[in-house]
């Protein structure tokens, strides 16, 4: 440990042939919000949770671990945000413990050993204040810390103390982090600094296009695009801000627009064009990248998120310096819930081809009662498929290489790239410290309204392109069972727009584009021939519950049934569709199910039910109709057969036609109706009226 003054840019010199590179900062939130004020300080003690490998692992010990695993450290203890004196400084009050060992203030050196050329790290940490004391820790992949080194102050003056730190024993996981006490009087953590020596031809940081699609979110879009133009770190890393505007209802009609076009003058520019989707809206910037050719990555984000700005400087500081061209990926946290994590890290499962967290992770994780201290599966390092667009930072020379989006229009298009670019050498890494805030998926209603059609024809192409498993593992199977859920379920407007989007996939890769502009109304209009699909807000718009036959002995809940009732269930609940429906059930709804409760072996046992949606803004009357069950279901029988035979021919279809699809060429011509007309400030093309609706993942 030595005494030193705090380095204050982004790269210095330093030995022959090497530069000292800043690669993260202690950060403090924005707006002292104290609902994300545990993602950056930790003042409770460290409870580390039991070792799932002492538990055991049968099914009743990993239940009764990942309940341990969730239960709260919180003491209530808060910070007042007071303390926060600045972006970068923290007062601690007398006789308090603070800890950094935080999502966005403790440093992932499981990453940087793994994924990077750094192998050791300073940490220079700047004290005001006698008597204080700071310790270094380390934790290793299973999360047991260990102290490293500590100093203390001994004037009331700023004191700066820098610890050399290795990155060796870091190969399967684990952090560093530091603990600040103070002593008899209060003592203010000015800084902390994270920097490394890297060779010199990494010294400069990379500049990035910042691309976000957007479609009638006008606040909430000129709201992002001001936090990242008056974001005071970041703006030395843009080269572009590009807003792909989809809609109607206009972001440069937004109130807050004139501030946000302050913020970033001549950075920012406004592309108008028909609403392509998110994956048109991404690829539109991702094109534009490449050809202008300036920026060193292309930053895919969604328009609806609040984001941390330095996250963004993170992400391209670590691709800087990334062994190879990597994908840097952020996390996402709930926006209603701001201490929430969605996911740690997302993979394709190659044998079932559905997405999902990667193993030996925790889903919605709560840091503010259980910290990264205290949770010992967080300190091992998480490798991933791929990372969602809602934050995702490609370089340009990937996209070059790889090709651009699919013409996806939503779902899937992330994903598939991920994979696409594992394949062809370029990883994706979904990096802590670097992250937004997004509405959670869980609110949305994307498996039963139009967005059906998407993710099963989405996930049918990307399958095609890459699955390992001869006629894509368990794909075809578990798309025959989803589509007799839905049809026991009485979601026929759900199981015709599933049919739809296999007959499209069947019709070959070169549609794709073609039907970009176009498809989502045609979904549209074929759905709302359903009555499961013509939604009402008005709860008074239904007919009242009335039911002709009471329930079996009472039994009408939602409880989850055992494995054997359900097995038995999903014989029976066929068969039961093919019997008459009970006449008052066509006019009145036999139940009120909320969402969470419209299962399909709930819904199996009813002739009609008002459903509500997830988004809890709505709800459809649903109706049981045998003649239709029977047509869906030899339909359903036919195509999923033809799966069956024609899989392996499909696949060479698809693979073969990937690099023309992805192509900057193939994308030119799509956007043509409005390449022309694009000016540097924002174009003025209108948006196709064949689609007003669903622009984003």
């Not at 993979?347 to 193993?359: G, L, N, T």
């Not at 594992?422 to 139009?450: C, I, M």
């Not at 049919?499 to 970009?516: F, K, Q």
């Not at 696949?651 to 690099?659: F, H, I, N, P, V």
Request: net charge negative.
């Amino acid at each position: 440990m030595t005494t030193t003054s705090t380095s204050t840019g982004t790269a210095t010199s330093g030995t022959a042939g090497t530069a000292t590179r800043l690669l993260q900062r202690q950060i403090l939130p924005l707006d002292r919000d104290s609902d994300v004020l545990a993602l950056y300080v930790d003042p409770e003690d460290a409870k580390l949770d039991a070792d799932k490998y002492e538990i055991g692992g049968n099914r009743s010990a990993k239940a009764l671990n990942n309940a341990a695993l969730r239960q709260s450290t919180s003491t209530g203890r808060a910070l007042h945000p007071d303390q926060i004196e600045s972006r970068t400084a923290l007062r601690v009050e007398s006789g308090d413990r603070l800890s950094f060992g935080t999502y966005f203030n403790a440093f992932p050196a499981s990453y940087w050993r793994r994924w990077t050329v750094v192998t050791e790290v300073t940490l220079t940490v700047t004290l005001r204040g006698s008597g204080a004391t700071v310790i270094v820790y380390k934790s290793m992949a299973r999360g047991n810390a260990q102290r490293v080194d500590a100093a203390e102050t001994t004037t009331s003056g700023s004191e700066s103390f820098s610890f050399d730190l290795t990155l060796k024993p870091f190969v399967d996981g684990g952090w560093y982090w530091y603990d600040v006490i103070a002593g008899d009087e209060d003592v203010v953590v000015e800084s902390a600094e994270w920097t490394a020596e890297v060779p010199a031809d990494r010294a400069q940081h990379g500049t990035v296009d910042i691309a976000i699609t957007t479609m009638n979110r006008p606040d909430f879009c000129a709201q992002l695009l001001t936090q990242i133009g008056e974001d005071e770190a970041l703006r030395p890393y843009l080269d572009t801000v590009m807003v792909m505007e989809q809609g109607t209802d206009k972001v440069t009609g937004s109130a807050d627009f004139a501030r946000a076009q302050e913020a970033l003058g001549d950075v920012l520019r406004v592309i108008e064009q028909g609403n392509l989707g998110g994956s048109g809206g991404y690829a539109r910037g991702q094109l534009e990248s490449v050809r202008k050719g300036t920026a060193t990555y292309a930053l895919m984000m969604d328009d609806d998120v609040v984001c941390e700005p330095e996250g963004i400087v993170r992400a391209v500081t670590f691709g800087d310096l990334a062994r190879r061209p990597t994908i840097v990926g952020g996390h996402m946290f709930n926006i209603y819930s701001r201490s929430r994590m969605h996911s740690f890290g997302e993979i394709v499962q190659p044998w079932r081809f559905w997405w999902q967290s990667a193993p030996d992770t925790q889903t919605d994780w709560d840091f503010a009662g259980r910290n990264l201290r205290s949770s010992r599966w967080l300190h091992k390092r998480i490798d991933v498929d791929y990372n969602g667009w809602f934050m995702c930072l490609v370089p340009r020379v990937v996209l070059e290489e790889v090709g651009l989006s699919l013409p996806l229009f939503i779902k899937w298009d992330d994903s598939e790239f991920g994979l696409r670019a594992k394949q062809a050498g370029f990883p994706t890494v979904t990096f802590p410290g670097a992250a937004v805030w997004h509405v959670p998926w869980t609110d949305k209603n994307d498996a039963l309204d139009w967005q059906a059609y998407f993710h099963h024809r989405n996930r049918l192409v990307a399958a095609l392109l890459h699955s390992v498993y001869p006629k894509g593992g368990r794909m075809i199977r578990e798309s025959l069972n989803h589509q007799v859920a839905h049809l026991v379920s009485m979601q026929y407007s759900t199981a015709e727009l599933r049919l739809l989007a296999m007959e499209d996939v069947l019709a070959g890769p070169h549609g794709l584009h073609e039907m970009l502009p176009t498809r989502l109304a045609e979904v549209n209009a074929l759905r709302k021939q359903f009555t499961d699909a013509q939604l009402q807000v008005d709860p008074d718009a239904f007919p009242s519950v009335r039911r002709s036959k009471p329930p079996r002995k009472g039994r009408d809940s939602a409880e989850v049934p055992g494995r054997l009732s359900t097995l038995v269930s999903a014989g029976l609940q066929p068969l039961r569709q093919l019997k008459k429906p009970r006449p008052l059930a066509q006019e009145h709804p036999e139940a009120e199910i909320r969402a969470m409760d419209a299962k399909w072996y709930r819904l199996g046992t009813l002739d009609s039910a008002v459903v509500s949606m997830n988004d809890g803004t709505s709800a459809a009357f649903y109706r049981r109709d045998p003649d239709k069950f029977r047509d869906l279901v030899k339909r359903t029988v036919e195509i999923h057969e033809r799966y069956r035979r024609e899989w392996p021919r499909l696949a060479q279809d698809y693979r073969e036609a990937l690099g023309e699809i992805t192509s900057p060429e193939a994308w030119e011509k799509t956007f043509g109706p409005w390449l022309d007309r694009t000016e540097p400030t924002g174009s003025r093309a209108t948006p196709s009226a064949s689609a007003q609706q669903g622009s984003d993942d």
